[in-house]
Structures are given as C-alpha cells and as structure tokens.
C-alpha cells in the first residue's frame, strides 16, 4: 500500500518533493527530512497513533490509514492537539474506514433520514493487512444499536453478502472493525451501523490460533459494500447500495492519495477530519479516487443491455 501511495503522488506531483520514509527507524520528531514536508502519509503496518502525534507537534498534515480499533481512536482523540497546531489529521483514510465513508456519504444525498448504514468487507491487502483480518475475527466486534454501542463475540452473525461484480457473493460475519465508531461520529443521527467481514470456516475457526500459513504478499480482488436505509421526502422507505471491487491496496492507496490531494488544495479545516463528514467535499473527494484508478459502483436493479 505504501509503494503504490508513493508511486501515485510522484507522479501526480512531479513537481513537489515526494520522499518515502519509514518511521520503524526514522524520529519523526526530529528528522530534518521533514522540514519542507506538507502532509505525511501513514501507511506502513503498526499502530499510528504515536507517529500521528509527533508529526502533528510538528505541525504537518496527518493522513492515517490505520484501521485497528485502538489505534483509531487514540488518534480521534488528538483531535485538540491538531488543532492547537493548525494541522489537519484525517483518521481513517484507507480502504475501511475511508472509503466507506465516502461512499455512505455520497449515497446519503439520495435520503430525507437515514436511520440504519451496514458495511461489508471482503479481501486483504498486503501480509499485515492479512494479519490484521486475522486478529479481526478473534476479537470483539462493535456494532451501534439503537442509541448504544455494543459488543459480539467476532466470527459469530453469519450474514450473505452481494458484493459487485465480479466478486459476487459471500458469507460475512461481525468481526473487530473501526468503521462503526467512526460513522457514528459522521452520521450521528444513524441509530444502527453493523460491521462485516467475509471469512471462510477455516479462517474463523483458526482466527484463535497463530496463522497456520505465512500470509500472502497480496490477495485477489477485493470488495466493499455499503447500504444505506432510511426514508426519502415523501416518507417511503429506500434502501440503497453502493461499493466498489477492485484489489485492496489499490483502493487504500487511492482514497489516502485523494485526500493528500484535497490537502494541498487547502480544502479541509485544521483539527480532526473523518472520511463521511459532512464538511468534506465528498463529490469533488471521490472523482479523485477514480482519477487514482477506483471504479466506483452502485447498485440500480437494472441489468446492464
């Protein structure tokens, strides 16, 4: 993920310095190599929380597309210190949380009241993304029910999947996922917001155990879907569904390199940004992504002629 997000922006800025760090064996807080850096992209596996907060003491533009529990909302939490730095940190910029978001706000312009959002996930990225996938369905998944946040053992609600073309479809279940705490906070009004993930028997009943296997160095096609349900201005109720099917990491890539795009358009408010807020301009977002080489999809119960 972090290769293509350093390919995509060079070549979309061949005018700006783009440099590759690792911050495994770089101080962030203290290299000279960021001193004329804008925005720095999170992307390498780990948490990010603490790489977070010293490039925002720094003053630069943070873009996280950290995706585990903990991590995202320690970094939710810095919301103050970027602020105070006049900084902008976007939490959850990759695959899910991110593009999800996106999505659901594009899709939410079609509504008068929203009132339930569900979110699958199918495929992995890279070897920590696939760990990642493994430790989501051994932990405890977050789900928002009606004014409360609660909690199910991951690997269990097995729920049928359809995701676009040509991935099909695909037994999903809860699993350890970020995107409900972080759609809650741009879609307050929301009172149900469920999580999923599609797993195989194997994959949930060793999800307790090591990896039995290494982890691939990238998987196949990958998915999300996004359906939203509430009412349009006539008080019908609507349902509607959108996603996208394309590798993992590409899409990761794209929607973390729309949004440095945004930032150096000076489109965002310094402080804390989430992918589906309403102050992002989600439209203008989006057509990035695609230009970044996403095809997004939505589903209009008309077959193609």
């Known amino acids: 993920m972090g290769r293509r997000i350093d390919k995509r922006l060079t070549l979309a800025h061949d005018s700006r310095r783009v440099i590759f760090v690792d911050p495994r064996v770089v101080d962030l807080?203290?290299?000279?190599?960021?001193?004329?850096?804008?925005?720095?992209v999170l992307a390498q596996?780990?948490?990010?929380?603490?790489?977070?907060?010293?490039?925002?003491?720094?003053?630069?533009?943070?873009?996280?597309?950290?995706?585990?529990?903990?991590?995202?909302a320690a970094?939710?939490?810095?919301?103050?210190?970027?602020?105070?730095?006049?900084?902008?940190?976007?939490?959850?910029?990759?695959?899910?949380?991110g593009l999800t978001g996106l999505i659901a706000r594009h899709l939410a312009g079609q509504f008068d009241s929203i009132d339930e959002i569900h979110i699958a996930l199918h495929g992995t990225a890279g070897p920590a993304c696939a760990r990642q996938h493994h430790r989501a369905l051994a932990g405890e998944a977050i789900a928002f029910d009606d004014g409360a946040f609660t909690t199910a053992r991951?690997?269990?609600?097995?729920?049928?999947?359809?995701?676009?073309?040509?991935?099909?479809?695909?037994?999903?279940?809860?699993?350890?996922?970020?995107?409900?705490?972080?759609l809650h906070r741009t879609f307050p009004q929301v009172s149900r917001i469920t999580a999923r993930m599609s797993?195989?028997?194997r994959d949930r009943f060793t999800s307790r155990l090591p990896m039995l296997t290494p982890p691939h160095k990238e998987g196949g096609v990958g998915a999300c879907r996004v359906e939203l349900r509430g009412a349009d201005a006539s008080g019908a109720r609507l349902t509607v569904i959108g996603g996208i099917a394309e590798m993992v990491g590409t899409?990761?890539?794209?929607t973390a390199c729309a949004f440095v795009e945004t930032l150096l358009r000076g489109e965002l408010r310094p402080g804390l940004v989430l992918p589906g807020d309403a102050t992002v301009d989600t439209t203008a977002v989006l057509r990035d992504v695609e230009r970044f080489g996403v095809r997004l999809q939505e589903f209009t119960g008309v077959p193609n002629a």
């Open 29 to 40: 807080a203290t290299t000279r190599r960021l001193d004329d850096i804008d925005v720095v």
């Open 45 to 72: 596996s780990g948490p990010h929380h603490t790489a977070a907060v010293a490039l925002l003491d720094r003053g630069i533009h943070v873009v996280s597309v950290g995706d585990h529990v903990g991590d995202v």
């Open 75 to 97: 970094m939710i939490d810095e919301a103050d210190r970027a602020d105070d730095n006049d900084a902008t940190l976007i939490v959850g910029a990759g695959m899910s949380p």
């Open 154 to 182: 991951a690997g269990t609600g097995r729920e049928l999947a359809w995701f676009p073309e040509p991935v099909g479809a695909y037994d999903c279940y809860r699993a350890e996922l970020a995107f409900p705490m972080v």
């Open 199 to 201: 797993a195989n028997r």
């Open 251 to 254: 899409a990761a890539a794209a």
